[in-house]
């Protein structure tokens, strides 16, 4: 992973050169509070141990009970099942993915009509065994294979943590299943069995995926100008606090789509805490030039784009044409176009002073990947570190399971009664 911070330089808001150097010392301190964090296994910070932590043999065990499936059906919600799904969208497989992450009764569904069930692996995912959305996804999915004719028992793979209903419906079933790992919050574990078991089962060689987030895990120093994740982090950390209080995330290349998604997870959920943080915004290149573009270099000077691609890609090329108009275009390809579209949008922003930075990894592959999604989660670290925000948190996540549960009579919660006192000024 390669990190350009030069058009965030002198920009509005924007950094210098004198900005960063300063900033630096308090990286350096920050390092030192991480990498003691990641040595003794405290929470969050073991997450960033993950590449070497992670059981690849214990994942593929896990899996291989079952045969060559047609698609695998993750049931999570959040973090349990973001990582999974930017591996599966950004990696080609003949194995289909997909995933069941809200409680949509159409899209459910519709989902279901069209799943082939008897040769469907669902992957069910929660550390707490818990989650409301993801139990009663998985008793719809359940009862629909059920009535299928499909034995679910033997197309089931239950992710989870040592206690809870979904620990004790594997251990009642014997179903095959994996540890949830300690220490390691939902959205950061996209390098742990929750996000690697689907990529086990579409065929993707896990251990690259490892080693990616190792040679992340190499890159951290403390210095922001010796490791690009600390340099991304610091400068979106420093240019939020000058006024950058959005961060628009924005891939040119569709395989990356998801990747925004979980991004906006990561970055909203961990640094959204007392005030402060940076909203993630989504959007893709070159599409969303057409659309979202026109905000970010001409509305309100509050934000940063955060353009990311891959330097290698496969090629297609245009056929020559007969248009006088179009004649330019022949004999280039698609790739190039799309690496010219990145590189106007980059200049665009920087002619319109927008702070822009470049994210580069050198394919769609699984070792990129893992670089790629280690670089971000130690990122959001050090921008929480910088901040001064509990980076491993949620409870304005909690506050909300809990009025939802009140409300569906699944205990006595006392952020149920709030949903009463909701204010109307409704309009017919």
Wanted: charged share 25%; glycine share 10%; hydrophobic share 40%.
């Amino acid at each position: 992973m390669r990190v350009d911070l030069g058009n965030a330089l002198e920009t509005t808001p924007g950094l210098t050169t004198e900005t960063l150097d300063r900033l630096d010392d308090r990286v350096a301190a920050a390092h030192e509070r991480i990498a003691g964090g990641m040595a003794d296994d405290e929470f969050g910070y073991a997450a960033l141990t993950l590449p070497e932590t992670a059981d690849p043999d214990a994942i593929r065990a896990a899996v291989d009970g079952f045969d060559r499936p047609e698609a695998v059906l993750t049931v999570g919600i959040g973090g349990s099942a973001l990582g999974a799904a930017t591996l599966s969208n950004a990696l080609s497989s003949d194995v289909d993915a997909y995933v069941l992450d809200n409680v949509d009764p159409d899209d459910t569904r519709a989902l279901l009509d069209d799943l082939p069930l008897g040769d469907t692996v669902v992957n069910v995912v929660s550390k707490s065994g818990t989650t409301v959305e993801t139990l009663a996804n998985f008793l719809v999915v359940r009862e629909a294979m059920a009535d299928a004719g499909v034995d679910w028992t033997e197309r089931t793979l239950v992710t989870t943590g040592e206690a809870g209903n979904l620990r004790q419906l594997a251990d009642r079933h014997d179903l095959p299943s994996l540890p949830v790992p300690d220490g390691v919050p939902g959205r950061f574990s996209a390098l742990s069995t929750v996000g690697l078991a689907v990529a086990a089962l579409q065929g993707h060689d896990v251990e690259a995926v490892l080693a990616g987030g190792r040679d992340g895990m190499d890159a951290l120093s403390g210095s922001l100008y010796d490791s690009p994740a600390y340099a991304y982090g610091a400068a979106t950390y420093a240019l939020a606090e000058r006024g950058a209080r959005t961060n628009a995330v924005m891939p040119y290349a569709e395989s990356l789509e998801t990747f925004a998604e979980w991004f906006a997870q990561l970055w909203a959920e961990s640094l959204g805490k007392d005030g402060l943080g940076q909203t993630p915004a989504r959007a893709l290149g070159a599409t969303d030039q057409h659309s979202q573009l026109q905000l970010y270099r001409a509305g309100p000077p509050d934000k940063l784009v955060t353009l990311v691609r891959p330097t290698e890609r496969a090629e297609v090329g245009i056929p020559e044409t007969d248009l006088d108009g179009l004649a330019y275009l022949g004999g280039s390809s698609l790739g190039g176009l799309l690496d010219a579209e990145f590189e106007a949008t980059e200049a665009s922003l920087a002619a319109a002073d927008v702070p822009n930075v470049r994210v580069e990894i050198d394919r769609v592959d699984e070792r990129a990947l893992g670089e790629l999604l280690y670089g971000m989660e130690a990122a959001c670290v050090l921008y929480g570190e910088l901040a001064s925000v509990s980076t491993f948190t949620q409870p304005a996540v909690e506050w909300g399971k809990k009025a939802a549960r009140g409300l569906l009579g699944g205990g006595d919660f006392a952020e149920a009664e709030a949903v009463a006192e909701k204010r109307e000024l409704q309009i017919d």
